[in-house]
Nanobody, 122 residues
């Protein structure tokens, strides 16, 4: 069984910063890409940023230049540094991992965290 646990959400004023963390644990063989997605009230879940095991990154246009995704492969952890936050960044942020578990043969899993709420006040 695999778990993703997010932390770091909260309330911040516009222009402020937050850092989200997501740690993967359990029966993990290898993690490929990790990423962050968000879902605002009444909207579809959308991609925020992804990072491969080699460190290649991809960002939504709306967060480019403000958010930075990084990961620590030794800790199976992904981070999202969010700067210059805007009220429209308010959403529940979800961590995602594309991984193989330690079963034999390994299962290719798409794991999700429970989400952490980020609220940006104007």
């Amino acid at each position: 069984q695999v778990q993703l646990v997010e932390s770091g959400g909260g309330l911040v004023q516009a222009g402020g910063s937050l850092r989200l963390s997501c740690a993967a644990s359990g029966s993990i063989f290898i993690i490929n890409a990790m990423g962050w997605y968000r879902q605002a009230p009444g909207k579809q879940r959308e991609l925020v940023a992804t990072i491969t095991s080699g460190g290649s990154t991809n960002y939504a246009d709306s967060v480019k230049g403000r958010f930075t995704i990084s990961r620590d492969n030794a800790k199976n952890t992904v981070y999202l540094q969010m700067n210059s936050l805007k009220p429209e960044d308010t959403a529940v942020y979800y961590c995602n991992a594309d991984l193989y578990d330690s079963s034999w043969p390994p299962n290719d899993l798409d794991a999700w965290g429970q989400g952490t709420l980020v609220t940006v006040s104007s």
